[in-house]
């Protein structure tokens, strides 16, 4: 699922910026959800997932066994966050803030996508 929205961001990526901000924002939060299923942490009860604010800090405290550094772990955590306030923003608030922030979104999906994929063995490699 991660890299499925990974491929959509990236056709969207030059004609509808908007909507690619959010496939790459969905795309990390998959697969940051996949790798925290993955060491065994559960979604509380009655979801299917994390809330989206605590999710950055979720994968500091559950993936120390897949990534001992605390440094490499709280990088992470703040790509996703930071996907997520310009998610929220391209959604909700406004397009001007987007269009500034869009190769660094590429690339932290991108990034968080790759450690996903380097972590998780069925996971596929993005195309």
């Known amino acids: 699922m991660a890299t ?9 990526y030059a004609a509808q910026s908007r909507s690619s901000v959010s496939r790459y924002y969905y795309a990390s939060y ?14 509380p009860e009655g979801r299917e997932a994390w809330a989206h604010e605590l999710t950055p800090d979720l ?7 897949v990534i001992p550094r605390t440094g490499r772990r709280q990088d992470l ?6 996907l997520y306030k310009v998610r929220v923003s391209a959604d909700y608030i406004s397009a001007d803030d ?3 922030s869009l190769e660094s979104v590429r690339k932290d999906a991108h990034f ?10 069925e996971m596929p490699e993005n195309k």
């Open 4 to 12: 499925d929205s990974l491929v959509a961001a990236n056709r969207l």
């Open 30 to 43: 998959q697969g940051v959800s996949a790798l925290l299923l993955y060491v065994g942490a559960t979604p």
């Open 59 to 65: 994968l500091v405290e559950h993936l120390r066994t």
């Open 77 to 82: 955590a703040n790509r996703l966050r930071r």
């Open 98 to 100: 987007v269009e500034g």
């Open 112 to 121: 968080l996508i790759k450690v996903m994929q380097d972590i998780l063995p």
